[in-house]
């Protein structure tokens, strides 16, 4: 079991920046690759980007290349989503997942990640 924990979300304005924390316990930190996730009301859960377990290359969506980086500290057993030039379209919810055995081909699949943090919500006024 991993027990993941979401914290840094508020309310910003656009162009703003914030920056978003998953704290994990339980099982080796390390072992895991971590993505970010979100959902706006009304819509599915979509991938933001996810941070590989072992070499740490990053992978993001579209949408948020450029503007926000993942990272992690696996000495803190901790996760860090640096959100950039916010837009009001990335109001949501966000998530952080934890799963072993995600690759490129399955990383932007919700379902294929076994654990998950209870999400932190941003909001960002034009």
């Known amino acids: 079991q991993v027990q993941l924990v979401e914290s840094g979300g508020g309310l910003v304005q656009s162009g703003g920046s914030l920056r978003l924390s998953c704290a994990a316990s339980?099982?080796?930190?390390?072992?895991?690759?971590l993505g970010w996730f979100r959902q706006a009301p009304g819509k599915e859960r979509e991938f933001v980007g996810v941070?590989?377990?072992?070499?740490?290359?990053?992978y993001y969506a579209d949408s948020v290349k450029g503007r926000f980086t993942i990272s992690r500290d696996n000495a803190k057993n901790t996760v860090y989503l640096q959100m950039n030039s916010l837009k009001p379209e990335d109001t949501a919810v966000y998530y952080c997942?934890?799963?072993?055995?995600?690759?490129?081909?399955?990383?932007?699949?919700?379902?294929?990640?076994?654990?998950w943090g209870q999400g932190t919500q941003v909001t960002v006024s034009s």
């Open positions: 941070i590989s377990r072992s070499t740490g290359s990053a």
């Open positions: 339980g099982r080796t930190f390390s072992n895991y690759a």
């Open positions: 997942a934890a799963d072993p055995a995600i690759t490129v081909l399955t990383m932007k699949v919700h379902a294929r990640y076994d654990y």
